[in-house]
């Protein structure tokens, strides 16, 4: 069965610093997506990062990247020079490929709580 | 702003009650998810729907959950007698067509059950 697993509950980083938030997933399929997603406190989902399977090179966005370890099948999240408002839960995504159920649903990992320290 | 919308944003329901949860997708997606995050959980699939199709509703509770997504208007997701398991967040997420990578969430509608 698919799984995401995020192993941290919570996490602590100080103000500029980088922070790794783990991710580890588990799949028979070939073809899949990976997903970070940050959750403030206000509730909304917001996207921040994607990877595909196929994908040679690890993604970037700002100050996210992605360190995507196929043979190890993680997928942690990198954020460089932590801010404030970086605080917040953040979620780990796998997106099915579908090609059986035809949905391209998206498993969550139960996600890490980040607080940045002033 | 072309993004997805949900309403309510907060609804308070006794139990015993209905909720009625919207969503209008992105403009032209036309691929509708349902998502639950009980508190202090991630987000659990629900339904999948396309226009007037109900695709996969694998993570729907047999009894009192139902949803739609007609030809014209908003997703629905329908919760008849509600009960205090019920509380959590509902999130909707749109997509263009089958296997984009990205699915567009909305804010959410945050359920409470008296």
């Known amino acids: 069965a698919q799984k995401i697993t995020q192993t941290q509950p919570g996490m602590f980083v100080q103000e500029k610093e980088a922070v790794t938030l783990d991710c580890t997933y588990d799949?028979?399929?070939?073809?899949?997506?990976l997903f970070w997603y940050k959750q403030p406190s206000s509730g909304e989902m917001i996207f921040l990062i994607y990877q595909g399977s196929y994908d040679q090179q690890n993604a970037t966005e700002g100050r996210y990247s992605l360190n995507f370890q196929k043979a190890r099948k993680s997928a942690n999240l990198v954020i460089s020079a932590s801010q404030l408002g970086d605080s917040a839960m953040y979620f780990c995504?796998?997106?099915?490929?579908?090609?059986?159920?035809?949905?391209?649903?998206?498993?969550f990992g139960t996600g890490t709580r980040l607080k940045v320290l002033a | 702003n072309a993004g997805v919308m949900q309403n309510p944003r907060h609804l308070v329901r006794r139990r015993g009650q209905e909720a009625r949860l919207r969503c209008s997708p992105v403009k032209g997606h036309s691929h509708v998810y349902w998502y639950r995050q009980l508190p202090e959980e991630g987000l659990k699939f629900m339904v999948y729907?396309?226009?007037?199709?109900?695709?996969?509703e694998s993570g729907m509770p047999k009894e009192r959950f139902s949803a739609e997504f007609p030809k014209e208007g908003p997703s629905i997701l329908r919760i008849q007698q509600v009960v205090r398991g019920d509380s959590a967040a509902y999130f909707c997420?749109?997509?263009?067509?089958?296997?984009?990578?990205?699915?567009?969430f909305g804010p959410g509608t945050r359920l409470t059950v008296l």
């Open positions: 729907l396309q226009k007037e199709n109900i695709i996969d």
């Open positions: 799949t028979s399929d070939p073809s899949y997506g």
């Open positions: 997420a749109s997509s263009p067509r089958t296997g984009y990578n990205e699915q567009f």
């Open positions: 995504a796998m997106r099915e490929s579908g090609t059986t159920s035809g949905t391209y649903k998206y498993i």
